[in-house]
């Protein structure tokens, strides 16, 4: 039996890339999964499909994390259908990319709309009603390290994500639930490649020392450490899953 057997994760975002990567493997873990989706059900859809054929169990459910009324809904969800969850993982986001001189209001308020407040929306319930023993990943970005030029406000937002990935895991203290981050590099997503001449991904590829872009696996991988039971003394840390380029 998986060590993971009778556990529901939540996974936010879940319906491509990276996200659905993380649905597939917690679903080959022995996890329930609850692909979450903002408005595409049939990618949603696809991977419930993709984890039920490799003998795992899943469901969709939408919602938008921005909106908080929209997040209690998920949670009273899993609880009705589940009894209760175990770990969730703060995937969702978008990046809007411009210097700070060309910002746009509305991506500045849509990217903190989504990455920020849809991150605490999530955080507030599951700080609330996840179960004890349980586990929380959020999302950062190892930009928040390279601090590159024109992802100030995109960073900005995910700095504000690692902050409170360590408060976070203070204020857990006595439930045994673990609080942590992960910050990919430069991962091979059609969210990533497209867009880009071949000569950028190839220079982006180059920028660790491993030579390679990550793939949705290898920080899928990150994530499942993490939620497994071999996570759990690591607790208000930021994982940069990112090949060692910072």
């Known amino acids: ?38 408005g595409n059900a049939a990618a949603a859809n696809e991977v419930v499909r993709k984890i039920e054929a490799a003998g795992g169990k899943a469901v969709t459910a939408q919602a938008d994390v921005a909106d908080a009324d929209a997040v209690r809904r998920m949670f009273d969800s899993a609880e009705t259908a589940f009894g209760g969850v175990d770990v969730l993982v703060n995937n969702a986001g978008i990046m809007m990319l411009s210097a700070l001189a060309s910002a746009d209001d509305a991506n ?32 950062s970005t190892t930009v928040v390290g390279l601090k590159l030029e024109t992802y100030g406000v995109y960073a900005a937002t995910k700095a504000a994500v690692e902050t409170m990935t360590a408060i976070m895991a203070k204020e857990m203290r006595g439930r045994y639930i673990t609080v942590n981050a992960v910050a990919p590099g430069p991962t091979a997503t059609d969210l990533f490649l497209n867009g880009k001449s071949d000569e950028l991904i190839e220079r982006m590829a180059k920028m660790n020392p491993l030579e390679r872009l990550g793939t949705p696996e290898d920080i899928a991988a990150a994530v499942a450490f993490l939620a497994g039971p071999d996570g759990g003394w690591i607790n208000g840390q930021t994982l940069r899953a990112n090949g060692g380029v910072i």
Request: glycine residues 12%.
């Open 1 to 38: 039996m998986p060590a993971n057997q009778n556990k529901v994760a939540i996974v936010t975002g879940a319906s491509r890339g990276i996200g659905a990567a993380i649905g597939e493997r917690l679903g080959r873990d022995g996890f329930t999964v609850v692909v979450n989706y903002a």
């Open 108 to 139: 500045f308020d849509r990217q903190v709309a989504v990455n920020l407040k849809g991150t605490f929306n999530m955080l507030r319930e599951a700080a609330k009603r996840l179960r004890d023993g349980g586990r929380v990943i959020n999302f």
